[in-house]
DNA sequence: CTCAGTGCAAATAGTTTGCACTGAC
DNA sequence: GTCAGTGCAAACTATTTGCACTGAG
């Protein structure tokens, strides 16, 4: 069980680790032991998180493969100036998701079970520089959350209250 | 010069401190002078704020019509519950708008002068509420922000840019 | 061998909370 | 008179920073 929908990927020719490799270097950055765990570490798997939950999944102190949580955040935000990762703020707490590889997208967001699910929407674009256009205002980019209740919670709660109704 | 674009107002039975007072009596809820003081000025104009920017807006602590932080997080927070204002977080800082009394409607962000512009688009949530349809999400609301480079902002940058030209 | 990167501890910033006093009802 | 609201000071939480040490190039 995934916490995101699947969208499927977009061809790239490096990998995560190496496109990371070549933007450090490219930068006159040092390839480290922790930026090579974290590449690793974050793209191991494509679920939403954060840097406590990322912190978690790490080798704990002490023990090799292991980084502080200060070189954490310092990595993760070279990984979103890489394009490797998306950043945005759910309930005041950074949350980071795959970019590099992944198809643009929007979310919508459970406030049941508190889990993203990801959606892709041509028209969605398109009408966002249609308005834009009309505004006379030049777009970068563009943060879309719909709130609401996904499938799974909406049955649960109605499964919960016809039970109730059956007191 | 104010950094909202109007969107007219809709139509309303209450002045929003009358709406406030009715939502504090129905729940049992005390009417202090520093609501009131708070409500008039919040509402004594249409701009985007924040605790800060409201707290030097008012009286200076020891002048009749202060209110301690706490208690402006406190009121604001009520403003919300009541469908006064709205907030979202911009940079990490809480930011409140007026709810009442105003259409649904979306926000650019200028990234130059930071400057939020309210547009209205019917389209938007039309399209919203058919791609939730489609997901099997049950939207109570969303959130959109289109990042970029406002009309001014691009004006003088272009003036800039061409004066750098002409060394 | 040099300087960027790291871990540690401490700082920061916005917001929230515990508590004793005050004032709305 | 009672209890919700307030101001104060202190706590909180996620994140950031200063600094001395370490290790990549």
Redesign the interface.
């Known amino acids: 069980m995934s916490d995101t929908e699947s969208l499927g990927t977009v061809q790239v020719s490096l990998s995560p680790r190496d496109r990371f490799v070549e933007f450090l270097q490219s930068r006159g950055m040092r390839v480290t032991a922790q930026r090579l765990a974290l590449v690793d570490q974050v793209f191991s798997h494509h679920e939403h998180f954060d840097a406590d939950q990322l912190m978690e999944q790490l080798p704990k102190s002490g023990q090799t493969g292991h980084v502080s949580r200060p070189t954490v955040y310092r990595t993760l935000a070279e990984f979103v100036d890489a394009g490797l990762l998306r950043k945005f ?1 759910l309930n ?1 707490r950074a949350v980071y998701e795959h970019d590099y590889g992944y198809p643009q997208h929007d979310h ?1 967001h ?2 049941e079970c508190n889990r993203l ?1 990801e ?1 892709e ?1 041509k ?2 674009v398109a ?2 520089d249609e ?2 256009r009309e ?17 799974d919670c ?1 049955r649960a709660k109605r499964k919960s209250r016809s039970r109730m109704n059956m007191i």
């Open positions: 703020v005041g919508f459970c406030t699910l959606f929407n028209g969605l009408l966002r308005v834009a505004h006379h205002f030049r777009v970068t980019s563009h943060r879309l959350i719909i709130n609401g209740v996904c499938q909406a």
